[in-house]
C-alpha cells in the first residue's frame, strides 16, 4: 500500500475509534484570590504529513511529530487588568528529528484596559496585521495558518508571527468597530539601530464584536461573525497591506457556514530584500454539519510576484479536506490534501501533500 493510501486508511480507523470516545465534561482548571484569578490549559495538535518533493525523483518525506504543544496560563487581576501566557515546543520530532530542544515562550503579554476605547497590550504577541494570522490555532477553518499570510515572519525577526512591543487598541460603536496599532521591535541589527515596526489593524464586526486576544476561524454555529477589515506592516522602507472579509453564518439550526477571503501585498524594498514585491491571495470556506459533527472544507492559495526576475515563483494551491470534532474543538480530527502548483518554473513541479491532526485541547 502506497504513503497516501495507508495515510487514508489510518485516518479511517482512527476517527472510528474516537467516536467511541467518551465526551468530557465541559470544565477549567482555575485558582481564585480575592480579585485574582488564574486559568490553566493546555493544547495539543499531533501530526502524521507525507510531502512530495517538488524536484527530482518526487518521493515523500514522511514524518509524525507534534505541530504544537502548549501551556496556557491567564489571569485577571480586578476589572481592567489580564495577563497571557502561552509556551509551545512547535514542530517537535520533525525531520531532522530532534525531541530535546525547540522550548519557547510563545505569548507573554499584560493588558490594561482603563477605558473601552482606549487600552494597552504590552509583551510578546501576535502582531496585528492581518486576520489569518490573529485567528486562533484551535478553530482554524482549515489545518493550519496560510503561508500567503505569514511572508513576513522570518525577515522581521518574527517568532510563530510574534514580536515584542506595546500596542494600543479600542472599541466604538458598541464594540463592533475595532482598532489596532502597536510599536515591535522588528528587524534588530547589532547596535540595535534600525527603526521600530509600526503595524496597525482596523475591523468592524457586522454582528457579534470580536473582544478577544485572537479571532476564531469557525464557531461551530454558536455565534454570528461577519467581519471585514484592513492592515498594515511597516518597518524602514519595507511595506505590507492586508484586506479580508470573514464570515461564520449559523444556517439550517445548527449547522454553519465559515470562510474568509483575504488579500495580502509585501515588498521588502531594500529593508528586506528577502520579501519581493508580491501579492498573496487565500480563500477558504467550510460548511459544518451539527449533527454528523463533521465540517468538508476547501482552499485556494496564490502567490503571485510582480518583477518578471520573479515570476517564477509564482505558486498556487488548492487544498479540500474535512474535521470531524469528537467533542468541538476539545477532540478534533483533521484530514487535509494539498496540490501545490508552481506556474513558470522549469525546474519545480506540481506536488502532492497529505496531512492528518489530531487536536486535544483543555481550556
Not at 478577544?212 to 506592516?233: C, E, H, P, S, W
Not at 477571503?261 to 528577502?274: A, I, M, P, R, V
Request: hydrophobic share 40%; with cysteine.
Amino acid at each position: 500500500m502506497s504513503k497516501p493510501r495507508s495515510l487514508v486508511a489510518l485516518s479511517c480507523a482512527i476517527v472510528a475509534l474516537l467516536a467511541l470516545v467518551p465526551a468530557p465534561a465541559p470544565a477549567q482548571i482555575t485558582l481564585k484570590n480575592e480579585d485574582v484569578t488564574f486559568r490553566f490549559g493546555v493544547m495539543g495538535q499531533m501530526w502524521a504529513d507525507w510531502t512530495q518533493d517538488s524536484t527530482g525523483s518526487q518521493g515523500y518525506q514522511q514524518n509524525y511529530y507534534l505541530r504544537r504543544a502548549r501551556l496556557i496560563m491567564g489571569a485577571d487581576i480586578g476589572k481592567d487588568i489580564s495577563v497571557f501566557i502561552q509556551t509551545d515546543d512547535p514542530k517537535l520530532g520533525i525531520t531532522p528529528k530532534n525531541l530535546s530542544t525547540g522550548f519557547i515562550l510563545q505569548d507573554a503579554l499584560l493588558e490594561w484596559r482603563p477605558t473601552r476605547e482606549f487600552q494597552v497590550v504590552g509583551g510578546m504577541m501576535i502582531v496585528p496585521f492581518n486576520r489569518n494570522g490573529l485567528q486562533s490555532p484551535q478553530s482554524y477553518v482549515t489545518l493550519d495558518v496560510s503561508p500567503v499570510s505569514t511572508v513576513e515572519n522570518s525577515p522581521t525577526q518574527s517568532v510563530a508571527l510574534r514580536d515584542v512591543g506595546f500596542e494600543a487598541k479600542g472599541f466604538f460603536l458598541k464594540d463592533h468597530l475595532l482598532y489596532r496599532i502597536g510599536e515591535f521591535a522588528g528587524q534588530r541589527d547589532a547596535n540595535a539601530h534600525d527603526s521600530p515596526r509600526t503595524t496597525g489593524y482596523l475591523q468592524y464586526d457586522f454582528f457579534t464584536p470580536e473582544k478577544g486576544y485572537l479571532f476564531a476561524g469557525t464557531m461551530l454555529g454558536k455565534q454570528k461573525i461577519l467581519a471585514v477589515d484592513g492592515g498594515f506592516d511597516l518597518q524602514g522602507s519595507y511595506r505590507a497591506q492586508s484586506a479580508n472579509m470573514a464570515a461564520a453564518l449559523p444556517v439550517n439550526h445548527g449547522d454553519e457556514f465559515a470562510g474568509q477571503f483575504q488579500f495580502c501585498h509585501y515588498d521588502g524594498h531594500t529593508k528586506f530584500t528577502n520579501i519581493p514585491n508580491q501579492y498573496g491571495y487565500l480563500a477558504e470556506a467550510a460548511y459544518y454539519l451539527h449533527r454528523a459533527r463533521l465540517q468538508p472544507f476547501a482552499k485556494y492559495e496564490a502567490q503571485t510576484f510582480v518583477d518578471p526576475v520573479n515570476a517564477s515563483k509564482d505558486i498556487n494551491r488548492f487544498g479540500a479536506g474535512a474535521n470531524v470534532y469528537i467533542h468541538g474543538q476539545n477532540l478534533k480530527w483533521t484530514f487535509q490534501y494539498l496540490r501545490a502548483l508552481p506556474q513558470n518554473s522549469a525546474t519545480l513541479k506540481a506536488s502532492n501533500e497529505f496531512t492528518m491532526q489530531l487536536q486535544i485541547l483543555y481550556w
